[in-house]
């Protein structure tokens, strides 16, 4: 690390961190952003410089200590700067999903009692004039890029704001010095809404020296620095992407790059070849699918290589990585395997200058996780969550185990409850729910530790094992222990099988619907001359039901080894006709399974499950991406499968 | 809708009797109208009713018998097609007219080719002005790319893309010849409800911010209806309907054209 750790103590607040990197990192890049087809740089003397021109020109408008300035949109250079201007004014930002509908973001509006809005565009900005009619303490609206809003009125753009900044800097040279000398660590630092899997969203509010202190932790034990490169392609207003990109970002001076548009982010990794990269285990998924794909259409001595070399890989691509012995001609073979595959196949992704690469926030596959650690790529799991300012624990380097989360970060103390719920006590931990003290209460204890809401256990070398969510635990009729995650990650680890949802807590047996992924089965179809118009007749056809069919009976088989899983298996299952989404509110934004509304909205096919019937008639409204509604309906068909038996007990009979 | 926010009302080009026979088929009679510095101009009419030859005659490609046109307060009997872009008329086809095994960048770059200076020999070499040039030409194509929303497929051959891209990069060459006056022969064909949403939107955008007048055929009543400031009818090759899109609706020879009358 080579931070200077007499101004980091006197740098407490983001926008005194940023007058530290314009003065110590001043022409190294801070931010690169894809304009016009090339890659534009921002250095930190530039990045300085925007930002405090805007922060005045927000003061010009009357934004002062206290005040939300609602941040929406796409990964873009100027937003995180808008951040940090707002933060400079003792204001507090509060970054917002940029595909949540109208309804869901004025709730935020409301409850943030945000004045002030910035958005990215006319489709934000659409929804802000929605929300601004209704939520009446919304007042002004700036964007950043105009295009389409020619006939609109009443909204700033980016640029006029900063030229008002620039005019009242001129009049008052020392007005925003002394803003910035007023913020302490203590200060709250930014709000982000926890979209949650139950009821509606909180605002965490996070404290300077929160994010700081677990940024800088987690940036030391991985020795980032501000040579390291990141491209920032999650949504701002996530935690992650919060500590990522912006904390890290400012903290360590590393680059932050903002891909062009949603559709490039693969090619923009390629371009820009991170050396720090986050990916959730969807992503990753995504990304093994396509290879595989593509494969199938390479030429046979293409095929062969990459099979043979990928088995070794698998063998011992891991223990390389992780520094344990391997013999010579493996050692020989690997090299040349990199310079054959796995190179050209890291270049292709982007990731072969990626030192440390993070996914967490679902359980990951062992096949995915292997097929990036076999490749040499240093893919470890964190856990995290936004009431922790992202790190609990980590993979320690050269100790990565699959089924663990990893060990604590410095300064991070677990506890696991007496009922498996894992607590955990740290700098990271959250100030509070803004206006929501019972739940600050509920979920924080008067010393400090937080609920989780996780259950799990260490193991004897200091691992975490996360198993499910605490309430979602529970028990079939007769006693046996069903944790539903458990089955669906299991169920998701099969490519065809995009998202499961199984039930069982106080029922006879365990039942599951499947959601089929349309890139992995699609491809399967089309190679097994199975002809389908929609993804609702795809779902519906029995040579599916056959495909679905087998991968759950090899979790049944799985589940089967397992003496405490053994009465958990999938005895009945159905393919849903449609995707689950979280424009219906059946996932989260981050892409969750909401339990509750799903077992609520679709009651009648839960009730076929469990009644013995073999079709179900399906009915359900829909929202499509504009907001508008409409309806799929159809007949859903049931599959009854066996379940197995553990080894032993078919010897015996 | 923030509507003809730059019609100005002065006429840019006006088409008086026109008249087109194939052989012994008349394919337009004595058609009539103007399109308006601007605005967003819908030709619409059954199948058959001479929308796209009407589009022909505008740019210069059939040259009707009788009439005349003019565009831009010159009157002309006889026009090329190439003329007609050298004027400020582009257009789209509708049947896609790209190089399906070229880039989008390239297919889009192409659109420049009438703006481009340098000679065949300083372009291929790559030299002096003729690199300028082209980085001048390049930077405008990115700003079309990014206009529409296509950065994702800057490098992808056209011939792989799904329709709806397809045409979006049609429309983005067109663009590429900084038109004044843009034909649209059937935009929206052949799409999904949400790619149909996509290109309405592409369209006003183009109207609004570079002020380019639109003349567009379009199947879709309710992208017609929606978007476009007037609308012209079109059915055998008569004209039956001239006005904003509540004038036509409401015309009874407009409605027995589209749903047919018990004579």
Known sequence: ???????????????????????????????????????????????????????????????????????????????????????????????VYQDSVAAEMAYVVEHAEARFALAEDQEQ???????????????????????????????????????????????????????IAKGKGSDSSVMLYTSGTTGRPKGVVLTYDNLRRSAENAARIEGLGERDELLCYLP???????????????????????????????????????????????????????????????????????????????????????????????????????????????????????????????????????????????????????EASVFVTIHPNRDVRLDTVGKTVPDVELRIA???????????????????????????????WVHSGDAGY???????????????????????????????????????????????????????FINIDLTAVGNWAERHDVAYASYQELAGKKEVYDLIADAVAQVNRDLAHDPRMEGAQVQRFLILPKLLDADDGELTRTRKVRR???????????????????????????????????MVEGDVAIRDMDTARPAPARRAA | MARAAHATGEVLLSLENISLRFGGVKALTDISFDIRKGEIR????????????????????????????????????????????????????????LFKGMSTLDNIMTGRNLRMKTGLLAQALHWGPAQREENEHRAFVERIIDFLEIQHIRKVPVGRLPYGLQKRVELGRALAAEPELLLLDEPMAGMNLEEKQDMCRFVLDVNDQFGTTICLIEHDMGVVMDISDRVVVLDYGKKIGDGTPDEVKASPDVIAAYLGTSH
Not at chain 1, 43 to 63: K, N, P
Not at chain 1, 131 to 155: C, K, P
Not at chain 1, 490 to 504: M, Q, R, S, T, Y
Request: hydrophobic content about 40%; some cysteine; proline content about 4%.
């Open chain 1, 596 to 630: 509750g509304f799903i077992a609520e909205r679709y009651a009648a096919l839960i009730a076929a499950l469990y009644g013995g019937r073999t079709t179900v008639h399906f009915r359900t409204e829909v929202t499509f991406e504009d907001g508008r509604k409409g």
């Open chain 2, 42 to 97: 819908a030709i619409i009419g059954p199948n058959g009713a001479g929308k796209s030859s009407m589009l022909n005659c505008i740019n210069g490609f059939y040259h009707p018998q009788e009439g005349r046109i003019t565009y831009k307060g010159v009157t002309r009997r006889q026009m090329r097609p190439h003329q007609a872009a050298e004027q400020g008329i582009a257009r789209t086809f509708q049947n896609i007219a």
């Open chain 1, 236 to 386: 701002m207003a996530w935690v992650g992407d919060h500590i990522f990109s912006y904390a890290q970002g400012l903290i360590t001076g590393l680059t932050v790059n903002c891909p062009e548009s949603a559709a490039t982010v693969q090619t923009d990794l390629r371009e820009i070849g991170p050396t720090y990269y986050f990916a959730p285990p969807r992503i990753l998924e995504n990304i093994i699918t396509n290879v595989m794909i593509r494969m199938e259409d390479a030429g046979a001595l293409k095929r062969w290589m990459f099979r043979a070399f990928m088995a070794l890989a698998r063998r011992v691509g891991g223990d390389l990585l992780d520094g344990r012995p391997v013999g010579l001609a493996d050692r020989l073979l690997y090299r040349l395997g990199d310079l054959l595959v796995y190179g050209p196949l890291k270049n292709t992704l982007g990731l072969s200058r990626v030192r440390i690469a993070y996914t967490a926030g679902e359980a990951v596959g062992p096949d995915i996780f292997n097929f990036y650690r076999s490749l040499g790529i240093n893919m470890k799991q964190l856990y995290g969550q936004t």
């Open chain 1, 458 to 512: 260490v193991d004897d070398d200091g691992h975490l094992h996360i198993i499910d969510r605490a309430k979602d635990v529970g028990r079939l009729t007769d006693g046996t222990l069903f944790a539903p995650k458990f089955i669906e990650n299991k169920l998701k680890f099969f490519p065809h099988i995009n998202e499961a949802v199984a039930f069982g807590d106080t029922r006879d047996f365990v039942t599951a």
């Open chain 1, 418 to 448: 007496d009922n498996g719920e894992v607590l955990f006590r740290g700098p990271g931990v959250f100030h509070e729910y803004y206006k929501n003290p019972e739940a600050t209460a509920e979920t924080k204890t008067a010393d400090g």
């Open chain 1, 125 to 179: 900005i659409d929804k802000l004039l929605e929300i601004r009619a209704q939520v009446s303490g919304l007042r002004t609206l700036i964007y950043e890029d105009g295009r389409g809003l020619g006939g609109y009125d009443g909204l700033l753009s980016y640029d006029q704001v900063q030229q008002n900044g620039r005019a009242l800097m001129a009049a008052k040279p020392d007005f925003l010095d002394t803003e």
């Open chain 1, 1 to 95: 690390m080579r931070l200077e750790t007499t101004a980091a103590a006197t740098a407490e607040t983001f926008p005194q961190i940023l007058a530290r990197n314009a003065r110590q990192w001043g022409d190294l890049p801070a931010y690169r952003e894809k304009d016009y087809g090339i890659w534009q740089t921002h250095t930190w003397r530039q990045v300085h410089d925007q930002t405090r021109a805007f922060a005045a020109g927000l003061a010009s408008l009357g934004f002062g200590r206290g005040d939300k300035l609602i941040i929406v949109g796409d990964n873009r250079p100027r937003l995180y700067w808008a951040m940090n201007a707002a933060q400079m004014l003792g204001g507090i930002p509060v970054p």
